[in-house]
């Protein structure tokens, strides 16, 4: 259940019911029943080995991996102390600028605009971290929207132990729609980018600027890196998405997201 994992069987069966109790939940559209507090992850590597788990039961292929909480300032804001990555499932998994998609899909979820890469090259597991100057040239932008939400419900939590579930619940994440490449990013001043949010054509979302948001390149480095620790490698077309951009923005059925990233393009959703 995880590289390095040091713990009981006992313990691992615990975890891996979790685990599996969550990929059915996916499946299902639906959220996990309580959870007790001896199933609670404990620690970072625990939360892990119950999102591997959660990946094994939902058994589809990825189209890449996702990272949030990529800014020391929203890490601050959220309770995290490091990065909370997260699988992105093909079936949930949607390319153009301008889609319909089941909004039985999404109970309780919400879109945020995020900026994705996709990897042209594999980045294969080595020794060694990898760099920003090694991916960058390997990498090519598309703007995205991230549709979040969880199968569980901590109401009452710590903001502690509530992290620990969201990494276990793959991240938060559902799906994602990724928008056309954009051929030439190198020029963009990524952290004061506006993007204008709307759903349903209510006021924009407010943006992370500034510290709120990461150096997206930097997020994926970092990602590929943490990624590598616990065996897994990116694959040539895999996509790297790098943590909110804007607030998140509550959808139901019938609703209409419009993404305006500017010069970058324009995403939009109907949830039908």
């Given at each position: 259940m995880?590289?390095?994992?040091?713990?009981?069987?006992?313990?691992?069966?615990?975890?891996?019911?979790?685990g599996n109790r969550l990929g059915a939940?996916?499946?299902?559209?639906?959220?996990?029943?309580?959870?007790?507090?001896?199933?609670?992850?404990?620690?970072?590597?625990?939360?892990?080995a119950v999102q591997d788990q959660m990946a094994i039961a939902i058994g589809e292929p990825l189209t890449g991996w996702k990272v949030g909480a990529t800014s020391a300032r929203m890490r601050a804001l959220d309770g995290h102390d490091d990065v909370i990555p997260g699988r992105i499932f093909k079936s949930v998994t949607w390319q153009g600028n301008a889609l319909k998609l089941p909004a039985n899909r999404f109970p309780q979820a919400r879109v945020e605009t995020e900026f994705a890469f996709r990897l042209v090259e594999a980045v294969p597991l080595r020794d060694a971290p990898w760099r920003v100057d090694e991916l960058a040239p390997i990498a090519r932008l598309h703007p995205a929207i991230e549709i979040i939400g969880n199968r569980h419900d901590l109401p009452d939590a710590a903001a502690s132990v509530r992290s620990l579930m969201t990494i276990a619940d793959n991240g938060g994440g559902i799906g994602f729609v990724f928008g056309d490449a954009v051929a030439d990013w190198s020029g963009i001043n990524f952290q004061q980018h506006p993007i204008s949010l709307r759903v349903d054509g209510g006021d924009e979302a407010e943006n992370f600027l500034g510290e709120m948001r990461c150096v997206p390149i930097e997020a994926v480095t970092e990602l590929?890196?943490?990624?590598?620790?616990?065996?897994?490698?990116?694959?040539?077309?895999?996509?790297?998405?790098?943590?909110?951009?804007?607030?998140?923005?509550?959808?139901?059925?019938?609703?209409?997201?419009?993404?305006?990233?500017?010069?970058?393009?324009?995403?939009?959703?109907?949830?039908?």
């Open positions: 995880g590289k390095g994992m040091d713990m009981s069987r006992e313990r691992m069966q615990l975890l891996a019911g979790l939940a996916w499946q299902a559209a639906d959220l996990i029943g309580a959870v007790a507090e001896d199933e609670l992850p404990r620690n970072r590597a625990e939360a892990y590929v890196n943490h990624l590598q620790v616990r065996g897994f490698a990116l694959k040539a077309g895999d996509f790297v998405s790098t943590g909110a951009a804007t607030v998140p923005q509550h959808i139901r059925k019938g609703s209409k997201a419009v993404a305006d990233f500017g010069a970058l393009g324009v995403i939009k959703l109907d949830f039908e």
